[in-house]
């Protein structure tokens, strides 16, 4: 047993390919690897994610699509063959522009000045600049909030010798709220505005808007692809169970137990003493805490697998450890495995309910993940 290790199922992770893909119909599914594939493994999520069947992968940042290239997931112009596209959607400085063209990744534009310097660093470098125009329909982040900014940067892109106009997109700020009070449907039609003018003066220009929830909220908003992250993970868009969307969940996080002591009613464990025996008890230290990625403020406020059964995480996380009350009588013995996420015979915690208790989404839980922790395959 490893100290800790995240088990990768990188077979889950094909299958939930699968299942968008039906869901999409004919569109295609770019998969979203951005924040090592949501605290995931970029490299290898990314390879099991165009086994099944992603026809684009899509980084946040310059370095995660040097990495992709690196290690020979993507690369060249990224459309040849059977190799996946690669989209850079972050904002880019001109040196990471450098990266992102040289390693034959799109990268998105919404102002005219943007579009001119990645036409200059295309230039520089050699090669067609491949860009998607985003226009910002309502997330507030980036884009041009001006569809005849919009329109006037994928024309202007459409001309340059230096560039490709690869794609335009827009962002929901609401898929993932079914009582958004008709937001998600006003970004859908705004962006329609864009859509028609595309399809009609660059009919091959890939059209995209759809994340995870969006796929599967409404057909409308799949196009010619969707950008899928927390849902190819396994974990379900609407913090509900995956299950029910046909999602299996991709990560387990796992530990054991280190050691095993007898508390008298009283004795405290950990930092601040936030918690003491309330009777005599067995208690299990676990050599896992926010050192990994396990947050601090689940102390008292959650539980562990062991044995194939739940029990509390008792007293403050540390850094290192973490404590669990197993009870008055107990069977357990040092090196039994412990889960704190995942499946242990018929019980099961899923990242959905870590997020619920930090009120916060799936997506943080995975992601907060720390290096430490390994990734491997299972």
Request: include cysteine; charge should be negative; proline fraction near 4%.
């Amino acid at each position: 047993m490893e100290r800790a290790v995240a088990r990768i199922d990188l077979g889950a992770l094909r299958a939930n390919c699968e299942r968008l893909r039906a869901e999409l119909g004919g569109a295609r599914l770019c998969a979203v690897v951005k924040a090592n594939a949501y605290g995931h493994g970029a490299v290898e999520c990314a390879r099991a994610a165009v086994e099944g069947g992603a026809s684009a992968l899509a980084v946040a940042t310059a370095a995660e699509t040097a990495e992709l290239v690196e290690a020979g997931v993507a690369g060249g112009a990224g459309t040849s063959g059977e190799a996946p596209e690669l989209i850079t959607l972050g904002a880019l400085t001109a040196e990471e522009v450098d990266v992102a063209l040289g390693a034959g990744s799109a990268v998105a534009v919404w102002t005219e000045g943007f579009r001119r310097l990645v036409a200059a660093r295309a230039r520089a470098l050699g090669v067609t600049g491949r860009v998607h125009v985003k226009y910002d329909t309502g997330m507030g982040r980036l884009g041009t909030l001006d569809l005849s900014e919009a329109v006037t940067v994928a024309r202007s892109a459409a001309a340059d010798r230096d560039l490709e106009l690869a794609g335009v997109w827009t962002h929901f700020a609401t898929a993932d709220r079914p009582d958004d009070e008709g937001y998600f449907d006003r970004q859908l039609d705004r962006f329609g505005g864009l859509v028609e003018w595309t399809r009609a003066e660059f009919p091959a220009v890939t059209v995209h808007a759809a994340n995870s929830a969006a796929v599967f909220r409404s057909s409308r908003s799949h196009f010619d692809m969707a950008r899928c992250g927390v849902a190819l993970y396994g974990l379900d868009p609407f913090q509900d169970d995956p299950a029910a969307r046909g999602l299996a969940p991709v990560l387990s996080l796992r530990s054991y137990v280190a050691a095993v002591k007898r508390f008298p009613a009283g004795q405290s464990a950990g930092y601040g003493r936030r918690w003491k025996a309330p009777v005599d008890t067995w208690v299990g230290v676990v050599p896992l805490g926010y050192g990994d990625g396990v947050r601090r403020a689940l102390s008292n406020d959650c539980e562990v697998l062991v044995a194939g059964r739940r029990h509390p995480l008792v007293g403050t996380i540390s850094m290192d450890y973490l404590t669990i009350d197993l009870g008055p009588e107990t069977e357990v013995e040092p090196g039994a495995e412990a889960v704190l996420i995942g499946r242990q015979g018929e019980e099961e915690i899923r990242a959905e309910e870590i997020a619920a208790r930090l009120e916060t989404i799936n997506y943080e839980v995975t992601t907060a993940l720390l290096p430490r922790v390994p990734r491997r395959a299972a």
